[in-house]
């Protein structure tokens, strides 16, 4: 049964400090994405990956968050310093594109940044 | 720039009747377009899509309906269940294409018994 894993589910921390989630994709999905999920937005993009290249980023905040795909089965991300307004749920999911095509999620990283 | 629209944050069905659920979108080239339902504390599952070359397609409960020169979409759910309380996100996609896959801000169904 093939799922995508994210870690971890719940995150506790203090603004300022460091926050990295984690991600591993289905083997052999050529795509990963980095949503977040706030009230107000819905499911917003961060950033995608094709065959662990970086396609666009440009959802994220720069100066503050990265995101990286060290090997096809980990991507990551990562918040320093992290802030209050930072606070969601953050979702990775991995597809096989060219579309059309399913896309899946994994659980969440629910982060709370006090 | 909103592409795609989900005009309804929320919507409340008694249990038994029909829920729809509707989605609008700007870029005439999605020729695609799915449906995904969330659970609190879960990720988004697929739920049921379909092609620009048909303007109906059914599985079970969930119909989706799409009218291309309107360039909107619905999903209907007949019974509506309360376990079908989400939210309800759509997602076009262009066939071929490499790119982004944007969602609607969803909407959320709450079914009461």
């Known amino acids: 049964d093939a799922r995508v894993t994210q870690t971890p589910r719940d995150k506790v921390t203090e603004m300022g400090q460091e926050v990295t989630m984690r991600c591993q994709p289905i083997l052999g999905h050529n795509t990963v994405f980095w949503y977040r999920q706030t009230m107000m937005q819905g499911l917003e993009l961060l950033a995608y990956f094709r065959n662990r290249a970086p396609l666009d980023d440009s959802g994220m905040p720069k100066d503050r968050f990265s995101a990286e795909m060290p090997d096809a089965t980990l991507a990551t991300l990562k918040i320093q310093p992290s802030e209050p307004r930072d606070s969601a749920v953050y979702f990775c999911?991995?597809?096989?594109?060219?579309?059309?095509?399913?896309?899946?999620f994994g659980e969440g990283s629910r982060l709370t940044v006090l | 720039d909103q592409q795609v629209k989900q005009n309804s944050p929320s919507l409340s069905v008694q249990e038994g009747r029909i829920s729809i659920l509707n989605c609008d979108y700007t870029n005439s080239m999605f020729d695609y377009f799915l449906w995904y339902k969330k659970y609190p504390a879960e990720g988004p599952t697929f739920l049921i899509s379909?092609?620009?070359?048909?303007d109906k397609n059914e599985d079970g409960r969930f119909t989706v309906f799409l009218n291309k020169s309107a360039k909107h979409l619905s999903l209907h759910i007949v019974p509506s269940q309360p376990g079908d309380s989400a939210v309800y996100f759509c997602a076009p996609q262009r066939v071929g294409s490499q790119g982004n896959l944007i969602f609607g801000k969803g909407t959320k169904l709450s079914v009461k018994p």
């Open positions: 999911a991995s597809g096989l594109v060219p579309w059309p095509g399913e896309l899946f």
């Open positions: 379909i092609s620009s070359i048909k």
